[in-house]
T-cell receptor, first 114, second 113 residues
Framework: NAGVMQNPRHLVRRRGQEARLRCSPM?????VYWYRQLPEEGLKFMVY????????ESGMPKERFSAEFPKEGPSILRIQQVVRGDSAAYFC????????????FGNGTRLTVT | AQSVTQPDIHITVSEGASLELRCNYS??????LFWYVQSPGQGLQLLLK??????LVQGIKGFEAEFKRSQSSFNLRKPSVHWSDAAEYFC???????????FGTGTRLKVLA
């Protein structure tokens, strides 16, 4: 399966712990987007990355959240010192880099903070 | 500013009835247009896309959409809805020459047996 792979599918963390979400883009894609979705709400853009570069992180909280997309390996969205309000579904999408190319989404990671 | 509007938050139709989901966009240049479907607990799946050419595009699962430049619309249609079509539908615009996509807030479809 050459689709976008996200893991874990479900992640439970206690308040104050760290959450690490991983995303392997579709084969041949080098552009990754992270979105957050709350129940009954749409997708909220968080960050856009190319290999080894963060291009746009305007949708990501400045504190506790970080993202990377190393030369080798998956993209990582990291949330430090999680709080209850971080509970949401986090989706990764990848593309070839032109907006006439559709985004391809993973199945998401559902983070629950207890 | 660029935006995508899906005016209907919830829509309920009977199985076998026709369906139209509305999408309006605001963008000064030629948009790249997409419809996605999201089933519960899943990611977004691409239904169809429009870049240029024929303004009526066919997608998967029997869906089609029509681009109307004069109305800045890209409405999704299906002639006969199946119970398995119950899901959330998102319209999106890709901004040409950029890396940006803008998503609508979604329309949740309920199908009555």
């Amino acid at each position: 399966n050459a689709g976008v792979m996200q893991n874990p599918r479900h992640l439970v963390r206690r308040r104050g712990q760290e959450a690490r979400l991983r995303c392997s883009p579709m084969k041949g894609h080098s552009h990754v987007y992270w979105y957050r979705q709350l129940p009954e709400e749409g997708l909220k853009f968080m960050v856009y990355l190319q290999k080894e570069n963060i291009i746009d992180e305007s949708g990501m909280p400045k504190e506790r959240f970080s993202a990377e997309f190393p030369k080798e390996g998956p993209s990582i969205l990291r949330i430090q010192q999680v709080v209850r309000g971080d509970s949401a579904a986090y989706f990764c999408a990848s593309s070839r880099g032109e907006t006439n190319s559709p985004l391809h989404f993973g199945n998401g990671t559902r983070l629950t903070v207890t | 500013a660029q935006s995508v509007t899906q005016p209907d938050i919830h829509i309920t139709v009977s199985e076998g009835a026709s369906l139209e989901l509305r999408c309006n966009y605001s963008y000064g240049a030629t948009p790249y247009l997409f419809w996605y479907v999201q089933s519960p607990g899943q990611g977004l799946q691409l239904l169809l896309k429009y870049f240029s050419g024929d303004t009526l595009v066919q997608g998967i699962k029997g869906f089609e959409a029509e681009f109307k430049r004069s109305q800045s619309s890209f409405n999704l249609r299906k002639p006969s809805v199946h119970w398995s079509d119950a899901a959330e539908y998102f319209c999106a615009v890709g901004l040409s020459g950029t890396y940006k996509y803008i998503f609508g807030t979604g329309t949740r479809l309920k199908v009555l047996a």
